[in-house]
């Protein structure tokens, strides 16, 4: 078998395989508890699908050098284009299922005041939970002195806060951009 018949024969076994996750994921997402189980389901597919996009992506980028027909490239660019694109979108859910599932553990646990439960003790030992005021981020107009201070507190607010989707990040940085860059 040629190197290149063996890479398109790889990169169609992690296809398949991935095509396998997101159904899996798809159908814990539908049939989701709310479970510590169908938790760790979730956050296991969403590893292993970042896991093989990148797989796949490496191997889409070695077999595309090797293509010299123009109407391959964009036939192969599009199905790896597709591939991506699926893998995201479920990644994105699975992110969305899992951040609803915390905002409510939040919101239970405000309305208990003190009380958590055992399993909440059991992964976090030492509860502490304060109440702080709501943060309050201040827009970047454009002005290059004020950028410093914005790209330090947006990275320590937003963008170092693992409980946010990279869509949701990047939705808050939009939002806290607003005018046109001076010199």
Request: a neutral charge; glycine letters at 6%.
């Given at each position: 078998m040629s190197v290149e018949k063996s890479k398109k024969a790889i990169r169609r076994g992690n296809q398949a395989f991935v095509t396998k996750v997101i159904q899996t994921a798809e159908t814990a997402i539908a049939k989701f508890g709310g479970t510590q189980t169908e938790k760790d389901i979730l956050e296991g597919n969403k590893v292993?699908?970042?896991?093989?996009?990148?797989?796949?992506?490496?191997?889409?980028e070695d077999m595309l050098n090797g293509i010299e027909d123009e109407g391959k490239i964009t036939e192969d660019i599009f199905q790896a284009g597709e591939v991506g694109?699926?893998?995201?979108?479920?990644?994105?859910?699975?992110?969305?299922?899992?951040?609803?599932?915390?905002?409510?553990?939040?919101?239970?646990?405000?309305?208990?005041?003190?009380?958590?439960?055992?399993?909440?003790?059991?992964?976090?030992?030492?509860?502490?939970?304060?109440?702080?005021?709501?943060?309050?981020?201040?827009?970047?107009?454009?002005?290059?002195?004020?950028?410093?201070?914005?790209?330090?507190?947006?990275?320590?607010?937003?963008?170092?806060?693992?409980?946010?989707?990279?869509?949701?990040?990047?939705?808050?940085?939009?939002a806290l951009l607003e005018g046109t860059l001076t010199f």
């Amino acid at each position: 078998m040629s190197v290149e018949k063996s890479k398109k024969a790889i990169r169609r076994g992690n296809q398949a395989f991935v095509t396998k996750v997101i159904q899996t994921a798809e159908t814990a997402i539908a049939k989701f508890g709310g479970t510590q189980t169908e938790k760790d389901i979730l956050e296991g597919n969403k590893v292993t699908l970042m896991d093989k996009k990148e797989s796949i992506k490496k191997l889409d980028e070695d077999m595309l050098n090797g293509i010299e027909d123009e109407g391959k490239i964009t036939e192969d660019i599009f199905q790896a284009g597709e591939v991506g694109e699926s893998i995201n979108r479920v990644i994105v859910k699975i992110d969305n299922v899992l951040k609803a599932v915390r905002m409510r553990s939040v919101t239970s646990q405000e309305g208990l005041g003190a009380s958590v439960s055992n399993e909440t003790q059991h992964m976090y030992p030492h509860p502490t939970l304060a109440k702080l005021p709501k943060l309050s981020l201040t827009k970047f107009t454009g002005n290059p002195t004020d950028w410093q201070s914005f790209y330090d507190s947006y990275t320590a607010a937003v963008h170092n806060n693992d409980t946010l989707s990279k869509v949701d990040k990047f939705n808050y940085l939009k939002a806290l951009l607003e005018g046109t860059l001076t010199f």
